[in-house]
């Protein structure tokens, strides 16, 4: 039985290869419409970016490897027909001599080039948006809430999360991609754990990211901060704090506190968060030159791996880091989002915030931080002072409102997560949230050989910083001073204070010395 010449491309038409090039059709139209938005520039949401260079292109694929298998499907089937002699046989074959066949193969090709051209540039997309801070915070916006909330407003919100969490090189970003592959079926499963655990295991070396934009060998020298808070008496007094940090110089002459990462320390944790550290090593010339160890934990402690020091051991939430309900206090009396002249104010919010909590759960202050909890501040002021409550009752209720928004910037409940949760460890106890930071080491270990403690201690001084400020040099109760130190001597190692008056206006940066 002669064989028609046009069977080949006949047996595309079948239900299966059909459908296989509608879908085609729809994810390569989808993918051009959505190439073309984005040289507009348009950004669409998270979740449409997601679906467009993920699902698209693989609608497309589906669609096309669909086409192929419903023609095979048909030549079967025309075969098992043929020889039960029900229609001719058909051949799987391409005859160049037929015009038909010759139009048929051009658009084929011609097809074929477009759309590696679309998958291409749709694959690029696909890169670059999976790299991006959008894909890493907004796609698994539950799982990285706590993470992308505080990083939109980090000094480092404009940096892509894989500029510092991969930084450059094919080797980083194939590790990336495959324990990001882990966690994008943990997430599906939902199996990740609440909330996530910090530090990150196998963290690439900040020498290879942030040393990017930071220079270890700049000479920084003295970098003055003048710190502003308020005191919880009655009339929310402000205390102005100007402190000098000696940030110090690298390269061979390494200064200050960056000396940490200027020399070569190594150090061996004795816990897994890092918060309790067992021994320190100075390297010099490739061999261990000073030892200091912990003597709390010397020999209790597991044998956890040693551990280069680096910038992210004490700059651990330069990115991420949940602000404190002190923190968020102060800025909003300073801003005028809460009013100073309402008597107790500090005392008051830090009291309905449970600001002193030391373990705060997430879900539980969800429950309890409604409207109605907030509202006794409102109270407290009818009660306490009722021609206050009269007077400046708009303020009151924007104290109310403004503690409400607070409350939800340091709780993350479907994380398990509050300003608790991760430790920040640049600071100390008498800073910020009080955290250990520093004083992991300082005022903790002690040299090997000698028992003397490590530079940077003064007995007793960790405590007494709990409630007062380091290194100042009055014994006036609003100051808090504590010691009269020498230069090198206790926390004078890292930073010391200057008499307000002293400072110029303007004045940010003091000269190296």
């Known amino acids: ?7 080949t491309f006949s047996l595309v038409r079948n239900p299966l290869s059909l ?12 993918l051009v419409f959505v190439l ?5 520039q348009v950004r669409p949401s998270a979740y449409v970016s997601a679906f467009a260079v993920i699902f698209l292109p693989a609608l497309v694929v589906i669609g096309l490897l669909v086409i192929p298998a419903g023609m095979l499907w048909e030549h079967r089937r025309r075969a098992r027909a043929a020889r039960r002699g029900e229609g001719p046989r058909t051949a799987l074959r391409i005859d160049f001599e037929d015009p038909r066949h010759v139009r048929a193969a051009a658009f084929f090709s011609i097809a074929t080039v477009v759309i590696l051209a679309v998958l291409g540039a749709s694959a690029y997309r696909a890169v670059e948006f999976m790299d991006s801070p959008t894909f890493c915070g907004e796609t698994c916006h539950q799982v990285m809430a706590p993470q992308y909330e505080t990083y939109k407003e980090s000094p480092h919100a404009e940096v892509a ?4 969490h991969i930084g450059p090189g094919a080797n980083w970003y194939v590790q990336s991609k495959l324990s990001g592959g882990r966690q994008v079926l943990a997430t599906l499963l939902d199996t990740y754990p609440r909330p996530i655990p910090a530090p990150i295991e196998n963290l690439r070396p900040s020498r290879d990211t942030c040393e990017d934009c930071h220079w270890r060998e700049r000479a920084y020298g003295l970098r003055l901060r003048v710190f502003h808070y308020y005191l919880a008496d009655e ?9 000098v940090f000696r940030v110090g110089t690298g390269g061979e002459r390494a200064r200050g506190v960056h000396w940490h990462t200027s020399a070569r320390v190594w150090y061996r944790p004795a816990t897994e968060d890092r918060q309790t550290i067992a021994w320190v090593g100075l390297e010099e010339d490739g061999k261990i030159v000073k030892e200091f160890v912990n003597p709390k934990v010397e020999g209790d402690a597991p044998e956890l791996p040693k551990r280069l020091m680096d910038c992210i051991d004490c700059h651990n939430r330069a990115a991420h880091d949940i602000p404190s309900p002190v923190d968020l206090v102060d800025e909003a009396l300073a801003a005028g989002r809460l009013d100073p002249g309402l008597p107790y104010l500090k005392r008051q919010s830090l009291r309905l915030l449970m600001a002193d909590e030391a373990d705060p759960d997430a879900r539980e202050l969800e429950t309890l931080w409604t409207d109605e909890w907030f509202q006794q501040l409102a109270r407290f002021y009818e009660e306490q002072y009722p021609e206050v409550a009269r007077e400046k ?7 109310v409102d403004e503690l409400k928004r607070i409350s939800e910037e340091v709780i993350y409940p479907e994380m398990k997560s509050t300003w608790r949760t991760y430790p920040e460890n640049l600071g100390h106890p008498g800073a910020g949230k009080g955290d250990p930071g520093c004083f992991r080491c300082h005022g903790v270990l002690v040299e090997a050989e000698t028992g003397e403690p ?7 001084l960790t405590d007494c910083v709990a409630c007062h400020k380091p290194g100042a040099i009055t014994e006036d109760p609003a100051i808090g001073g504590i010691h009269v130190l020498g230069p090198g001597e206790g926390c004078d190692l890292c930073h010391f204070i200057v008499p307000l008056q002293d400072i110029p206006a303007g004045v940010v940066d003091l000269p190296v010395r």
Do not use: H, W
Request: charged fraction near 20%; glycine fraction near 14%; include cysteine.
């Open 161 to 164: 999360c894989t500029y510092c």
């Open 19 to 30: 459908l296989g090039a509608l879908l085609a059709v729809l994810g390569l139209g989808g």
């Open 454 to 460: 490590i530079r940077g201690s003064e007995e007793g």
């Open 1 to 7: 039985m002669k064989t028609r010449r046009d069977d």
């Open 36 to 40: 073309g938005v984005s040289f507009l």
């Open 393 to 399: 009752a708009d303020s009151i209720q924007q104290a």
């Open 235 to 243: 009339n929310n007094t402000l205390e102005i704090f100007p402190l």
